[in-house]
């Protein structure tokens, strides 16, 4: 089974990027923010738990995070994979992802990473936020768009050193040629363990 987490910035292309990889490989997309909408909108316990805390403006727990995760894996048994966007956020999230992968016969077979510099994501994800249909406004302030890559550096980018640290670490330059991006991504993918 190939399980690949798509990992970067806001705006350093993973959505782009992860479609193209669904498409070429197969996989299923396990997006975090659309597994809370179903669960809430199905009413299934991990969702009404999930949206305990969401009414109370609390961070879902990773407990139920991953369990909804499991759920998904547990229900596409025949998938030949996963690409996990949005998810692990923090080295506690990827251990957890670690130890419920294992107990399902799996494992994250690797990391692909887009990395972008500061500036040219500041100039994308503006540009986001002005073509964008409907319009996001969270996506024109400068000085918000600042703090979310600098959020991201500081929280998320450690997740990056624990997959290193498993050996399952790859970085792309996301500047360029989606096409070009994406056939960079694919010899980094081929020569995954599956």
């Not at 997740?159 to 040629?177: P, R």
Request: with cysteine.
């Amino acid at each position: 089974m190939l399980n690949i987490v798509l990992f970067g910035p806001p705006g350093a292309g993973k959505g782009t990027q992860s479609q193209k990889l669904i498409d070429k490989y197969h996989l299923v997309h396990l997006s975090t923010g659309d597994l809370l909408r179903s669960q809430i909108a199905e009413k299934t316990e991990l969702g009404l738990k999930a949206q305990e805390y969401m009414n109370k403006g609390e961070l879902v727990p990773d407990a139920v995070v991953i369990g909804m995760i499991a759920d998904k894996i547990k229900s596409n048994s025949n998938a030949k994979g996963f690409i996990f966007d949005g998810f692990p956020r923090t080295v506690a999230q990827a251990a957890a992802l670690d130890t419920m992968l294992k107990e399902n016969g799996t494992a994250i077979s690797g990391m692909v990473a887009l990395e972008v510099d500061e500036e040219e994501l500041t100039k994308r994800i503006i540009l986001r936020g002005q073509t964008a249909v409907p319009p996001r406004p969270d996506d024109q302030d400068e000085t918000l768009v600042r703090k979310r890559v600098s959020e991201y550096n500081t929280k998320t980018k450690p997740v990056a050193d624990f997959y290193a640290g498993q050996g399952k670490f790859a970085s792309i330059y996301g500047i360029g040629e989606i096409e070009e991006i994406f056939g960079q991504i694919c010899n980094v993918v081929d020569k995954l363990p599956k």
